[in-house]
């Protein structure tokens, strides 16, 4: 039974690696039909298997496809934090927070929503336009003024964010009455409660989700990018146990009753099915992938690697840092929304700083610098953790899962030890590969010109 | 030409003097912040200062356990320039060490087992002070052994291999010691290897019987406290004598200031940087145990909290300053303190980082650092 489980375990898992290889070779197709194609087929593949059904056996058992649903989470937050860290350079372990903001803030729009309440949405999608609207309108005051130092900065962007805050509290307030008619009784539910509409308010609350955690970490980053390296990873090591406590006495300190604190916050709609999972999961990885690949990105790989050089480059080392930065935690935030949505049950402890740390353990796994061993890592660490190794271990006894936490480090140091690079290195395929862009392009004949030539200068890998 | 040039200076000169634009906007956000913070609590101590000064004298004993921690962080950070995420579990172990010792082999005793007619307060300080060298030893072989195995080869590796490394290495002990048969997952009671005594401030010191409360109103302490800040302060001055007085010290201040000239002029720079982890785990161990006596329950994760704090207590006092870890660990106590008595108790990790997060904003080295573009 246990080795039966395991090999199917590892032909799954097998499968899912060669089924992100193939989706990344589609994509990085040049025609328009070609990525068009191999989305229906990618998504259909995987869809095919979660209904066959050979006599009694799924392929695709619920609890595969959980794990399934939560490797695409994590993948979104770890390519989020690939791009702070392994792109950008900046040791953040934040990630896990803005994750768990996204979680709270979308099961609580959803939430509140089920139970015939529009305020949710109303004050958080007000709240973040608003929000943005006063982020976008104080940097552009604060460009006239040249030189302002980070702290004002900080403090004028900080009360356009309150104010807004406020105003959307106040304006969502007097507007969630307005709609309450149209949710209905139970008995007769009306326009809003309609299965549709939850849809509808799921995408949003997705989106609102993603959109809040990035303007936290605009209004957080701002000051502390300006850090330096080490002091920036405890800076946000700080974040991650701000958000945590602050999660844990959401229902005293903060004004949210229904996410009952620590106890943990129960009822959310389970929306996520895999057509939600894989729409997001290939928008993180378009977003990510072109990101990386416009000239802010090349900025952004230039202020990894020299942030003096850059600046003489004419780059805005302190502005690219953090637009990185809140990319990443747009990212993570829309994880976090959908795997609230598909846990349903969503508590303080598991947005620990120590769960904080997997994402980054992820991405130095993968190696830094490569999307493609992001997400292979992703995938390879829920299966592996989640899946067969607590079940294999939980074959053994009670109390042998507790030793998967113990065997993890010892498998993380020793990957340190032999290949600190990650286990993929910088290795790419298709999508993410720099021939896949006209400056890619342009750059390998370039490089082809100069072999032609002869000159034998050999230039250094990035 | 003389004259464009002139006239070019002279904006340079007003920009100078009038500095950035809208400076004063931040500097009056972090002074209202900080003027309301003092407010509050000085409107809560004048309303109750007897409280007040109860809270100071708890976060006084929170704060001589972090400084006994955060010196393994500073000293490891200015040599090696690593985060030792380690450091905590291993105070950890020095905890879960005095608590075997004690418990399952009631080492505290061994005086009055072996010589019967011994004084038993005589037996009671003697096996004390062996339970306590026993977990420091033990945690300075745990710390030479993941200096050697896990931190050495990857000396000249990236900096993030080593600080990867160190989250293993962390995780590692915190999991295997949450383990059935190593230390289990669950909380446990700590016995104290010698018994308690308090007492309350109210015209004199008078001792608190056993079994009763002591009268309201009244400012109490207790023998542990006495100990901590004794210890603590020691330990303090110890190492300032080790750092300045001896051979081992001096090598260690070149390794700090530069490791391959240190190498070049004679020293041992592997032997150093073993010596620093041992010795920073040793006082780890020690505080370990006090914490434990302390705060009487004890599990596997014991360690990461306080040794998180630790590490910001040494960044808050400028990190690879030995004086200033200790000023930086008395002020995240007290802030800890206050936090718990005014405002939340489970705010007070938040109000510690976020304290962090201002101070490095206005003075990124820290209280005593240097200022040095190597640190960053």
Known sequence: MELGYLAGSIVKLAALIGWIYGLLWGLGRPKAWQKAVTIILAFGVIQAAILAKFGDIALFSAFDQGLLIQACTMTMVALGLNLIYGFNGQFSLAQWGFYGIGAYCSADITYRWTSGDASGLLVAGLGTILGALALFLVGWLLKKKRGVPVLSAFTFYLIALVAAGFAAVKLGGALSPLLAPYFGSPEAPGVLASPLALQIVFFLSIIVAGAFAAEVSFIFGLPVLSLGSDYFGIATLGFAIIVKTLLVNSDTILPFPEMKGGRGMIGIPKLTNWIWVFAFLILVIVIIRNFVRSSTGRATLAVREDEIAARAMGIDVAKNKLMAFVVGSFVAGLGGAIYAHYIGFLAPGSFDFIQGYNPLIIVVFGGLGSMTGTIAASFGWIFFLEGFLRVLLGQLGSDAPSWRLVLYPIALLLLMLVRPQGLLGTVEWGFFKDGNNPIGRAREKLSAAVKLKGSGTKKEGE | ?376
């Not at chain 2, 002139?6 to 004063?24: Q, V």
């Not at chain 2, 309301?36 to 000064?53: M, Q, R």
């Not at chain 2, 905590?88 to 082999?105: L, P, Q």
């Open chain 2, 1 to 376: 030409m003389p004259s464009s040039i002139a006239s070019g200076k002279a904006p340079i000169s007003d920009e100078k003097r009038r500095g950035p634009p809208l400076a004063w906007v931040g500097w009056a956000f972090l002074g209202l912040i900080g003027a309301v913070t003092v407010a509050y609590i000085a409107g809560k101590a004048w309303s109750n200062p007897v409280l007040f000064l109860q809270n100071i004298l708890d976060g006084l004993k929170l704060g001589f356990v972090y400084a006994l921690i955060a010196l393994g962080y500073t000293m490891v950070y200015g040599i090696v320039k690593l985060i030792n995420f380690a450091h905590g579990d291993v105070f950890m172990v020095g905890a879960f060490t005095s608590f075997y010792a004690v418990s399952r082999f009631r080492l505290h005793q061994w005086p009055s087992a072996v010589f019967p007619g011994i004084d038993p307060t005589v037996s009671v300080i003697i096996g004390s002070i062996t339970v306590v060298l026993l977990a420091m030893l033990i945690c300075v072989l745990l710390a030479v052994t993941i200096e050697r195995v896990a931190y050495k080869p990857l000396r000249e590796a990236p900096r993030i291999a080593a600080l990867i490394t160190a989250i293993g290495v962390s995780f590692f002990l915190e999991f295997f010691g949450a383990l059935p048969f190593v230390y289990s997952g669950r909380f446990i009671p700590y016995k104290a290897p010698f018994p308690t005594t308090a007492w309350y401030v109210q015209d004199g010191i008078h001792p608190i019987v056993s079994g009763t409360a002591s009268p309201d109103n009244t400012i109490s302490f207790s023998n542990i406290f006495l100990l901590i800040a004794a210890a603590s302060i020691l330990v303090q001055v110890f190492l300032q004598w080790i750092v300045k007085r001896t051979k081992i010290g001096v090598a260690m201040r070149a390794a700090s200031y530069d490791k391959s000239t240190a190498r070049l002029m004679g020293i041992n720079v592997d032997r150093v940087i073993s010596f620093t982890f041992a010795i920073g785990a040793a006082f780890a161990g020690l505080g370990g145990v006090l914490y434990a006596i302390a705060y009487s329950s004890i599990w596997s994760q014991l360690g990461v909290l306080p040794g998180l704090k630790a590490f910001v207590a040494a960044v808050l006092g400028g990190i690879g300053s030995i004086p200033g870890a200790f000023v930086g660990a008395l002020i995240m106590g007290q802030a800890e303190a206050l936090t718990m008595g005014y405002i939340s108790t489970p705010m007070r990790d938040a109000v510690a980082f976020a304290i962090l997060i201002i101070v490095l904003l206005v003075k990124p080295t820290g209280l005593f650092g240097e200022p040095s573009g190597e640190k960053a």
